[in-house]
């Protein structure tokens, strides 16, 4: 008998494709418990200071107001536990919103209004009036320097701190050279949803429906704010519209819907506005990158320095991790990788897609470019020559790598062998044309992950754990991971997810959903299957009695004997035999002794096109291949359509995005026609592709992960084939017309 | 607020004078309280913004009988009032077309338009697309191509490549391209979008004669 196809490596439609075409599917703001009023924020005027007075009258007689909460009268809350992250400062902001009169940047709640409608409540927040007193904020990452603090971790998972051998003997003695600044600005990730939470109280138990993509720890959270046991908080999340960093577990908006429903005695709702998603639900952060490279004469780097500044808000301490793949991206002996950050009046900032890898490779890939042209080498052939054959930084094996592998399908997919290295040497018409590569990486991570495994005896299986489906496919790549390890058709498997109910599994970030849960899924449906083994082979009535466990095989919702086909046993069979509905296993899947023996990185190569009309120099993208190495693709489809989101994101960084503070730090752009993003008519042909290597260091099933790769190093990319067309090199995002004039 | 939600309060300056001058100062004082606090006697009828009006609204060929404010929006009216949560806010301001719906089937931003101006419209929302349990061809193309991951801006994507396409656009891809720049995918599934509504368009070709 043939083995039927496994449904891992199949492209298969989205499991809730039908759910979101129609309508069907329910993101947070969508559920209707009886009695909803609706909660709208106040937001402060001012970028620092203090709150003097807030003049709640006229907004309390308007219309169906049922409350306005400030500082004065906001139920208490605790700070946010501090252990939610591993070690180090906290990255994300402890004080609960309404904590104080204090203000830190400007969009800050200092009030929340709830009334009976949502128009009622938009009309009496904007009666609310507040008054302040104003103080000289801190506005720009020059005025800040002398505050500047050294971080030392990444959200306690990376150094961002290395040194290995004497960069300023290299830089001194070096044949070829290389110095630059680089800039990016700040960045808003703009999901099409807003952030959004309905809460709802039954005495003291808390229900939320929260566009969270850490439904276990916005429990804690909560739980920790409010002074309650975890267990009396749900958190249910089935669909986010979209995060890309944002809707952690953190945010305002949960905790102001919460406290608000606590004040009225009634569920709330509370969806940030989009002019709110820039100040109160989180951003990238501006970088200032200060690059210097070493070289030999045919362009053997012999030194690396990466320092970065970054900007946080008074309220958090993030970094921005830049230098991170600086440390281990290429093969080269002296090494320095720094990390400073000032704090400015600005709203904090947090993970945005590829957090470090986005603008720091922009400024890596970019310098490498430079070196390039400085020792007159091809980019392709600089970057091969300088390749890491295993990772220096923390000196052992890459558990597995095919970067090699993704530059040379890259070349041949582009055609970068026609390319004239001369800039403004390729015209098409009028047209400038440029090429110009980089390369892709992003960490293979993976947390801890717990999830359950139930076969029923209809022949059909549920798995489930509290994992999150934000657009990445996680009801279906999860389903396939279940199929294959029950050895079930991927149709009579469904998945589960978006519950704190659920067992425990890690943020939908650090594009990890697929590795982490997806082992925990595996490892559940192993032990599942081990209970419908011993049924079956200690049941006299079965076919596969006495067989030894090693002798049987999974397929088609059958235990069958290796040795002779015929010999089969429904699962259907065996559990209506045992009497039994159905068997269950739930477990836990961490990593292991691997973490210390291997270095696991997903790597890539970027080429892009670029058509530059000289006159009026408005840059198009007019191609891009990328050719990547995640490891194991489980589903091609979905695959696919991630790495084109992170292509994408990257384009718009790379040539449209930038959020404007003026002089007073306000935010000059805070809506979806001013923050220019891709729209469709900015895209053009993108040709994805996949080494498709399984690594099986890394997990069961061999993936790990490609949420973030797709934008890293396109920003790059793109700047260089804006050099390459215009000579002209942009060391500061985004490459707009007037910086090309 | 729920569609049969009665009124009962006002009392910004304006309508608080009102309040007093038609209804007498009992009911006003009533109508100060919050909205849990219904007043005993009928509220006099009242203009204004904050007075809902009986709206007609005629949704994927069912009639709706509401109660809104003047000032709701149709994205609000359908949402909050009708529970058709297909229909997306992402932006409020007109910028993202996660909102778009067919208004006698033109494309129009439903977070720009007054409920109580579709009033004798036909609205089509994405719930009114398929018929039945059968999907309409773009919803199939959208499944096929992977045409969106989060999901959240495809009802508005699928509403408006339905009205561009009944209105005989997207003739060429850069036509596509331009015509559905309305709709924001942060996701960036615009390349599976474009192949979705062509494969529609062609196969509505063919279908001609």
């Given at each position: 008998m043939p083995e039927p196809r496994s449904p891992l490596g199949q492209p298969l439609d989205r499991a809730d494709g039908v759910a979101k075409v129609t309508g069907r599917a329910k993101y947070a703001a969508e559920f209707a418990p009886p009695d909803l009023a609706h909660a709208v924020v106040v937001t402060s005027t001012i970028t620092r200071g203090r709150v003097t007075a807030c003049d709640t009258a006229a907004a309390e007689k308007s219309?169906?107001?049922l409350a306005v909460i400030t500082p004065r009268t906001v139920p208490a809350m605790k700070a946010v536990p501090a252990d939610l992250l591993p070690k180090g400062r906290p990255p994300i902001e402890l004080r609960p919103p309404l904590a104080d009169e204090k203000v830190s940047h400007f969009g800050q709640a200092v009030a929340v209004v709830v009334a009976d409608t949502f128009e009622r409540a938009t009309a009496a927040a904007a009666r609310v009036r507040v008054t302040y007193q104003a103080d000289e904020p801190a506005l720009t990452l020059e005025e800040a320097e002398p505050t500047a603090f050294e971080a030392e971790t990444f959200v306690g998972r990376e150094d961002l701190k290395h040194r290995r051998g004497d960069v300023a003997r290299a830089l001194a003695g070096a044949a070829v050279k290389l110095e630059a600044v680089y800039r990016t600005p700040v960045e808003h990730h703009?999901?099409?949803?807003?952030a959004a939470t309905i809460a709802e109280w039954d005495g003291d138990s808390l229900t939320l429906h929260d566009s969270s993509r850490w439904v276990h720890a916005t429990r804690r959270v909560a739980a920790g704010v409010f002074g309650l046991s975890p267990e009396k908080v749900r958190v249910i999340c089935p669909f986010i519209g979209g995060a890309f960093g944002s809707k952690g577990f953190t945010w305002q908006q949960n905790l102001l819907a919460a406290a608000a429903a606590r004040h009225v005695k009634r569920p709330v709702k509370l969806v940030l506005t989009r002019q709110q998603m820039f100040t109160l639900a989180g951003r990238r952060p501006e970088t200032k990158q200060a690059v210097a490279l070493a070289a030999t004469k045919d362009g053997g780097l012999t030194a690396v320095r990466h320092a970065t500044m970054s900007e946080t808000s008074p309220l958090a301490d993030f970094v921005e991790p830049c230098g991170t793949l600086s440390k281990h991206l290429y093969s080269c002996p002296n090494v320095e990788v720094t990390h400073r950050v000032v704090r400015l009046n600005r709203s904090s900032p947090v993970f945005m897609r590829g957090p470090g890898e986005t603008p720091g490779s922009f400024a890596l890939e970019s310098a490498l470019d430079e070196l390039a042209v400085a020792a007159g080498i091809d980019p392709l052939v600089l970057r091969l020559k300088n390749h890491a054959d295993r990772d220096e930084e923390k000196d052992r094996p890459w558990s597995s790598k095919h970067l090699k592998e993704c530059y040379r399908r890259g070349d041949e997919r582009f055609g970068w062998?026609?390319?004239?290295?001369?800039?403004?040497?390729?015209?098409d018409g009028n047209l400038l044309v440029g090429w110009g590569m980089a390369t892709a990486a992003y960490p293979g991570i993976r947390m801890e992950a717990r999830a359950k495994v139930r076969v029923t005896a209809d022949g059909r299986a549920v798995a489930a754990s509290a994992a999150h489906e934000i657009g990445n496919g996680a009801y279906t790549v999860l389903a396939q991971i279940a199929a294959a390890a029950l050895g079930l058709p991927v149709d009579r498997v469904r998945f589960e997810l978006g519950d704190s109910d659920l067992p425990f599994a890690p943020a939908t970030?650090?594009?990890?959903t697929t590795a982490a849960v997806g082992s925990a899924v595996t490892a559940a449906a192993v032990e599942a299957m081990a209970k419908l083994v011993k049924l079956a082979t200690t049941d006299k009535a079965s076919p596969l009695f006495g067989i030894a466990v090693d002798q049987l095989a999974a397929r088609e919702g059958k235990l069958v004997s290796r040795a002779d086909g015929a010999k089969a046993d429904a699962f259907s069979d065996i559990l209506r035999r045992a009497k039994l509905k159905g068997v269950e296993a739930d477990a836990t899947a961490a990593p292991g002794e691997e973490k210390e023996k291997f270095s696991f990185l997903s790597t890539g190569a970027q080429f892009v096109e670029v058509k530059i009309d000289p006159d009026l120099p408005r840059v198009r993208v007019t191609r891009v291949v990328g050719v990547y190495d995640p490891g194991a693709v489980l589903n091609p489809k979905t695959a696919r359509s991630q790495m084109l989101g992170g292509i994408l994101m990257g384009l718009g960084a790379a040539l449209l995005e930038e959020t404007v503070y003026d002089g007073r730090g306000l935010v000059v752009n805070p809506d979806l026609a001013d923050y220019r993003l891709p729209v469709h008519a900015d895209t053009s042909d993108i040709d994805v592709s996949f080494?498709?290597?399984?690594?099986r260091h890394f997990n069961p099933v061999g993936a790990r992960g490609l949420g973030e790769l797709g934008i890293s190093g396109i920003g790059a990319a793109v700047a260089n084939a804006v050099f390459h067309a215009t000579g002209k090199r942009i060391r500061d995002l985004p490459i707009t017309p007037e910086k090309l004039l | 607020m729920s569609p049969d939600q009665d009124i009962d309060s006002a009392a910004d300056r304006r309508e608080f004078m009102e309040g007093v001058a038609v209804g007498g100062i009992g009911v006003a004082f009533a109508a100060a309280l919050p909205i849990t606090a219904t007043a005993d006697e009928p509220v006099p009828p009242a203009r204004g913004p904050g007075q809902p009006v009986p709206v007609k609204l005629n949704v994927n060929g069912t009639d709706h009988d509401l109660k809104l404010e003047p000032r709701v929006t149709l994205l609000d009216a359908l949402r909050e009032g009708l529970h058709l949560t297909g229909s997306k806010k992402g932006c409020d301001h007109g910028q993202c077309g996660a909102c778009t719906v067919l208004v006698d089937g033109r494309r129009v931003n439903s977070c720009l338009t007054l409920a109580v101006a579709t009033v004798g419209r036909k609205v089509q929302t994405v719930e009114g697309l398929a018929d039945g349990d059968v999907l309409h061809p773009l919803q199939l193309a959208f499944i096929k191509h992977d045409a969106f991951q989060c999901g959240y801006c495809t009802p508005g994507q699928l509403c408006s490549a339905a009205g561009l396409l009944k209105e005989g656009r997207a003739k060429s891809d850069d036509e596509i391209r331009e015509e559905m720049s309305g709709n924001i995918c942060r996701c960036g599934a615009y390349p599976n979008i474009l192949v979705a509504v062509r494969e529609v368009r062609q196969g509505a070709l063919k279908e001609k004669p």
């Open positions: 219309p169906g107001v703009n999901p099409i949803e807003p062998a026609k390319r004239d290295p001369k800039p403004r040497s390729m015209r970030g650090a594009s990890q080494v498709n290597e399984p690594d | -």
